[in-house]
Nanobody
Framework: QEQLVESGGGLAQAGGSLRLSCAAS????????MGWFRQAPGSERRFVAA????????YYSDSVKGRFTVSRDNSKNMVYLQMDSLKPEDTAVYYC????????????????????WGQGTQVTVNS
């Protein structure tokens, strides 16, 4: 069974850090790019960051560029999102997702380009 499970969410103070993890199982992880999206209450789900299958290319939304870092460990079937300099507007449920093309080169910033999703993890940033 193909599955993504996020962890690492929680409460942080503005200016603080959190590290999200996403464990993949049930498929050949190394073949697929991975993405992170977030959804705040009353808002649509939005792209945050993505990394290609090899880890050699990363992509970020303008709102998190320079503060968040996406990485992956193909030996452990894990993808991570290091979030630094957190802001209250980063508060949302964060989802990891699998790109829908093996060895795909993108696009990585469209929800429709991803076909497997985790259940999400809540991140709350207090001012």
């Amino acid at each position: 069974q193909e599955q993504l499970v996020e962890s690492g969410g929680g409460l942080a103070q503005a200016g603080g850090s959190l590290r999200l993890s996403c464990a993949a199982s049930g498929y050949t992880f190394v073949m697929y790019g991975m993405g992170w999206f977030r959804q705040a209450p009353g808002s649509e789900r939005r792209f945050v960051a993505a990394i290609n299958w090899s880890g050699g290319s990363t992509y970020y939304s303008d709102s998190v560029k320079g503060r968040f870092t996406v990485s992956r460990d193909n030996s452990k079937n894990m993808v991570y999102l290091q979030m630094d300099s957190l802001k209250p507007e980063d508060t949302a449920v964060y989802y990891c997702a699998r790109h829908n093309r093996a060895y795909g080169s993108g696009p990585f910033d469209y929800i429709s380009a991803f076909d497997l999703w985790g259940q999400g993890t809540q991140v709350t940033v207090n001012s």
